[in-house]
């Protein structure tokens, strides 16, 4: 019997802004949960995006609006959908001009957007949880290091939690997961230029950055081997 990975998807991109067109959400309303101060982000029944700049490549596969959002191109949602993937919704995204007042001419073809968010959720194992979740908002703090500490084992999911869903996330944390069908199919059907799949269990163990030790091309080849962007890799 084959392992059973699960993977988070990561964009490639979210790093190099001038590669592909971003920019911001005109809309994101927002409270902080009673219980636990946590963000919690109201839904809307769509959302209008405008975009900072076109990039080199363009309005892409995936469209970087926020660190805690994933905007993906309509088709690539078509695709999860015809095959009956499950466990997640997407909220479509109009992309309606630039954000600032520019004389350049905004692109005549844009391509249709979604914001996907989880709809299953699974409970972590590592990093452990600090407490009991929320009586609130339902929210399990967990012990996540500092951003410039690695996690020595990476994440690993309570597989008792995971209700078989194709798509996942844990509640009230900025993660998307996917089993490795997701992660296959959707690099099998071409969309692996802007994004990728990291190994929950490889997820935040990469070294930190630290200029005496890496060049800037090496460091970042050794932190792209973390995301497969093909299916041999997987």
């Known amino acids: 019997m084959k392992p059973r990975y699960f993977y988070s998807l990561r964009s490639t991109i979210a790093d190099r802004p001038q590669l592909t067109a971003c920019g911001r959400l005109t809309e994101w309303p927002w409270y902080r949960c009673p219980g636990c101060s946590a963000f919690i982000d109201e839904e809307l029944a769509s959302y209008d995006a405008v975009?900072?700049?076109l990039g080199r490549r363009g309005l892409a596969d995936i469209l970087p609006v926020s660190s805690l959002h994933f905007v993906?191109?309509?088709?690539?949602?078509?695709?999860?959908?015809?095959?009956?993937?499950?466990?997640?919704?997407?909220?479509?995204v109009h992309v309606i001009g630039w954000s600032k007042r520019t004389k350049k001419p905004f692109p005549t073809e844009v391509p249709e957007y979604a914001l996907v968010r989880p709809s299953a959720f699974v409970r972590l194992e590592e990093p452990p949880p600090l407490g009991p979740?929320?009586?609130?908002?339902?929210?399990?703090?967990?012990?996540?290091?500092k951003l410039t500490e690695p996690l020595p084992h990476g994440v690993q999911i309570d597989e008792s939690s995971w209700d078989?869903?194709?798509?996942?996330?844990?509640?009230?944390?900025?993660?998307?997961?996917?089993?490795?069908?997701?992660?296959?199919?959707?690099?099998r059907a071409g969309y692996s230029k802007h994004f990728g799949f990291t190994r929950v269990e490889e997820l935040y163990t990469a070294e930190p950055y630290?200029?005496?030790?890496?060049?800037?091309?090496?460091?970042?080849?050794?932190?792209?081997?973390?995301?497969?962007?093909?299916?041999?890799?997987?």
């Open 51 to 53: 975009i900072d700049h």
């Open 72 to 92: 993906f191109r309509r088709d690539l949602i078509d695709l999860w959908q015809a095959h009956g993937l499950t466990g997640f919704s997407a909220t479509p």
């Open 133 to 145: 979740p929320c009586p609130v908002c339902g929210r399990v703090a967990c012990a996540f290091p």
């Open 164 to 187: 078989g869903s194709s798509i996942f996330g844990v509640l009230r944390l900025g993660f998307l997961f996917c089993t490795r069908e997701v992660a296959e199919l959707t690099l």
């Open 210 to 234: 630290d200029r005496e030790r890496w060049a800037d091309r090496d460091y970042g080849a050794y932190y792209m081997g973390f995301i497969k962007q093909r299916v041999e890799d997987l």
